[in-house]
Nanobody
Framework: QVQLVESGGGLVQAGGSLRLSCAAS????????MGWFREAPGKERETVAA????????YYKDSVKGRFTISRDNAKNTVYLQMNSLKPEDTAVYYC???????????????????WGQGTQVTVSS
């Protein structure tokens, strides 16, 4: 069982930055791929970024490439999402999730993730 707790959301003006953190429980954090997802009102949940257990492999949604960076610190059981040059269309509830991957890699589709955090609101004003 993995428990995830997100933090770092808030209200920011367009062009600003936020750093989301997701702290995980458990002793085998490095065997889990981690993902960040977002859900805006009236829209489906979408994958923003994903990272393999080692941190060597990452994925980004096209619209956030060059602006967002996913990283992890396995010693601290924490995954981060650094968000720069934020746009109003980035406004959503952001979730982190964990997917067990014994042999590495990551998953892109939300349905592949077993454990989810409670979400943190990110609001970007124009």
């Amino acid at each position: 069982q993995v428990q995830l707790v997100e933090s770092g959301g808030g209200l920011v003006q367009a062009g600003g930055s936020l750093r989301l953190s997701c702290a995980a429980s458990g002793r085998t954090f490095s065997t889990y791929a981690m993902g960040w997802f977002r859900e805006a009102p009236g829209k489906e949940r979408e994958t923003v970024a994903a990272i393999s257990g080692s941190g060597r492999n990452t994925y980004y949604k096209d619209s956030v490439k060059g602006r967002f960076t996913i990283s992890r610190d396995n010693a601290k059981n924490t995954v981060y999402l650094q968000m720069n040059s934020l746009k109003p269309e980035d406004t959503a509830v952001y979730y982190c999730a964990a997917s067990y991957r014994k042999y590495g890699g990551y998953d892109i589709i939300p349905g592949a993730y077993n454990y989810w955090g409670q979400g943190t609101q990110v609001t970007v004003s124009s």
